[in-house]
C-alpha cells in the first residue's frame, strides 16, 4: 500500500485493525485504516481536530 499523498510505501502491520492510524514516513500524513477485508485495506486521511473519534 502506497502513500496516497506523496507514494511512499506506507507499513501497514499484517495485524493492522480497523481504526488504527498509520503514518507515512515521507511525507508525515496520518491515516486511518477504515476499512479491512482480508489483506485489502482502505486508508482515510485521519483527521487532526475530529468530532467524531469514538466511532
Ligand atoms: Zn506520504
Same mark, same amino acid.
Given at each position: ?7 511512499? *510505501?506506507?507499513? !501497514?502491520?499484517? &495485524?493492522?485493525?480497523?481504526?488504527? !492510524? !498509520?503514518?507515512?514516513? &515521507?511525507?508525515?500524513? &496520518?491515516?486511518? !485504516?477504515? *476499512? ?7 486508508? *482515510?486521511?485521519?483527521? *487532526?481536530?475530529?468530532? &467524531?473519534?469514538?466511532?
Amino acid at each position: 500500500m502506497n502513500c496516497p499523498e506523496c507514494d511512499g *510505501k506506507l507499513n !501497514i502491520p499484517d &495485524d493492522a485493525a480497523v481504526g488504527e !492510524i !498509520i503514518s507515512c514516513p &515521507d511525507c508525515g500524513s &496520518d491515516y486511518e !485504516i477504515s *476499512k479491512k477485508d482480508g489483506s485489502n485495506i482502505e486508508l *482515510k486521511l485521519a483527521e *487532526k481536530v475530529g468530532e &467524531d473519534w469514538g466511532e
